[in-house]
C-alpha cells in the first residue's frame, strides 16, 4: 500500500510556497511610487485570501482523511483517491496564484519604468520653459524662452529687410510682453523698422518711448542720432538742430556725437 505523506509535510511545503509568493519577492525596486504599493498591496492580499483558503482546505482533508480510515488505521484507497485530487487541485490553485504574482510585478516595472520615462520628460520640459539670463547691450536680465524666441524672430525679420514686419512683430511684442527686459530695445529697433520703412513719426515716438525707458542706455545716443534723422526726413530742422545739439552735449565722446557734428554742419 502507498504511504502517504503526512499532513504535517504537506503543510509545511504550503507554506514555503506562500511564502515564495510573499511581497518579499518581488522587487525592492517596485516600492517607488504610489502605484506600485498599491499594486503590491493587493498582490500581499491576495495572497493572504489564498493562504487561508489553502489553510480552509488543508483543515477538510484532514478531517475527511481521518474520517475515511478504516479500522486498522490505513487510509483506504478511496481516501488516498480523494486526498490527491485535492492536493492536486491545491497545487494547480498556487501555480495560477504564482503566475499572477510574476506578472503583476512584471506589470508594476513595466509601470515604474513609463513613470521613470515621463519624469525625465517632464523635467526636460521645465528647463526648456524656465526663465534664463541674458546679458544683451550690457544690460543683463532674465527671459523666459518663449520671451527670448519672439524677440530674436523679430530682429531676424530686420536682418532680412522685412521692416514692415520687423516693425509690427516689435509692437506685438512689447504690448504682450510689458516687463521684459528687452523692452527699451524692442522700442529702439521698432524706430530702426519704422525709419527703414520711412515712417518717420512713428520711428520718432518708438525712440522717444526707449530714451524715457532706460535714460542711460547704451543705444541711448544712436537713438537721439536716430530721432534727429528723422526730424531731417520731416523737414523740421529746428527740432533737428536742438536733437542733435543736445546729442553732442550729453554724450561727446559717442560715435553717434561725431555724426551728429557732421549732421549740424550740413545743416548750418
Not at 122 to 140: K, M, N
Not at 186 to 199: L, R, T, V
Request: some cysteine.
Amino acid at each position: 500500500m502507498i504511504k502517504p505523506m503526512p499532513l504535517k509535510a504537506i503543510t509545511a511545503s504550503f507554506w514555503i510556497v506562500g511564502a515564495l509568493m510573499a511581497p518579499g519577492a518581488v522587487h525592492a525596486q517596485l516600492f517607488g511610487d504610489d502605484e506600485a504599493r498599491k499594486a503590491i498591496i493587493d498582490l500581499r492580499e491576495r495572497v493572504e485570501v489564498q493562504r487561508k483558503q489553502t489553510e480552509s482546505r488543508l483543515d477538510r482533508m484532514a478531517q475527511e482523511f481521518a474520517r475515511m480510515n478504516d479500522e486498522s488505521g490505513a487510509p483506504t484507497r478511496r481516501a488516498l483517491l480523494d486526498m490527491g485530487n485535492q492536493l492536486e487541485g491545491l497545487r494547480q490553485d498556487i501555480a495560477r496564484l504564482r503566475g499572477q504574482s510574476e506578472q503583476l510585478a512584471r506589470d508594476v516595472a513595466d509601470l515604474q519604468r513609463q513613470q521613470k520615462d515621463t519624469l525625465v520628460a517632464f523635467d526636460e520640459r521645465l528647463r526648456q520653459l524656465e526663465p534664463s539670463t541674458v546679458t544683451v547691450d550690457g544690460q543683463e536680465f532674465r527671459v523666459r524662452p518663449e520671451e527670448k524666441q519672439e524677440f530674436e524672430a523679430a530682429l531676424a525679420l530686420v536682418r532680412k529687410a522685412s521692416f514692415a514686419q520687423a516693425a509690427t512683430a516689435f509692437a506685438s511684442f512689447i504690448k504682450r510682453y510689458p516687463q521684459s527686459g528687452y523692452q527699451p530695445l524692442a522700442h529702439f529697433w521698432q524706430g530702426n523698422a519704422e525709419y527703414a520703412s520711412s515712417d518717420f513719426k512713428g520711428a520718432i515716438e518708438a525712440y522717444q518711448r526707449m530714451l524715457q525707458l532706460a535714460p542711460n542706455h547704451l543705444r541711448v545716443p544712436e537713438a537721439k542720432l536716430a530721432i534727429g534723422n528723422c526730424q531731417i526726413e520731416l523737414k523740421d530742422t529746428k527740432a533737428a538742430r536742438r536733437t542733435l545739439e543736445e546729442l553732442v552735449k550729453s554724450h561727446p565722446q559717442s560715435e553717434a556725437a561725431v555724426t551728429a557734428k557732421e549732421r549740424l554742419g550740413r545743416l548750418r
